[in-house]
């Protein structure tokens, strides 16, 4: 299967409608401002973001080289391998953030979507797996005030 800019251009124009109906649809709700952000706010940002991609991917897929493979040379295995892995990040995310809190939920899931690339070092991972778990408790939980544990109750008997 070989990858064509007509396949770029094509995606580009998708992306620009997708965008365009977020942006539409959140046209309905009241916006707001950035200080007070209402409910039609997130989505129209998302919308004009999505848009501006499909623009740009439209408008650079004709000046791109040669038609490169799509995915030449991966295995059905590594394939799977990557799947499982960030499938099973998301789900370790989703069922452990409430018993296990934030901070364990957050490094497990980071750690097991690093397995999915075989290029990240141990090191990198624990590394990312650290400043992203320290940037979510900042965010979350002390920017934005949300009610959701850092630790596992247990541990804080």
Not at 13 to 39: E, H, K, N, Q, R
Request: hydrophobic content about 60%; glycine content about 10%.
């Amino acid at each position: 299967m070989r990858h064509t800019r007509h396949q770029d251009f094509w995606a580009g124009l998708v992306l620009l409608a997708i965008g365009l109906g977020f942006a539409v649809g959140a046209s309905t709700y009241p916006v707001g401002s950035v200080v007070a952000p209402g409910p039609g706010f997130f989505p129209l940002l998302v919308g004009s973001l999505l848009s501006a991609v499909g623009v740009f991917m439209a408008l650079l897929a004709p000046r791109q080289g040669r038609a490169r493979p799509a995915c030449e040379g991966v295995s059905a295995r590594a394939t799977l391998r990557v799947l499982f892995c960030v499938l099973g990040s998301i789900a370790v995310f989703t069922l452990g953030l409430p018993s296990l809190g934030l901070v364990l939920t957050t490094s497990a899931a980071v750690l097991l979507a690093c397995c999915a690339v075989k290029v990240i070092s141990w090191r990198a991972s624990v590394l990312l797996a650290l400043a992203l778990t320290l940037m979510s408790s900042l965010l979350f939980v002390w920017g934005l005030g949300l009610d959701w544990p850092l630790l596992p109750a247990a541990w804080l008997r």
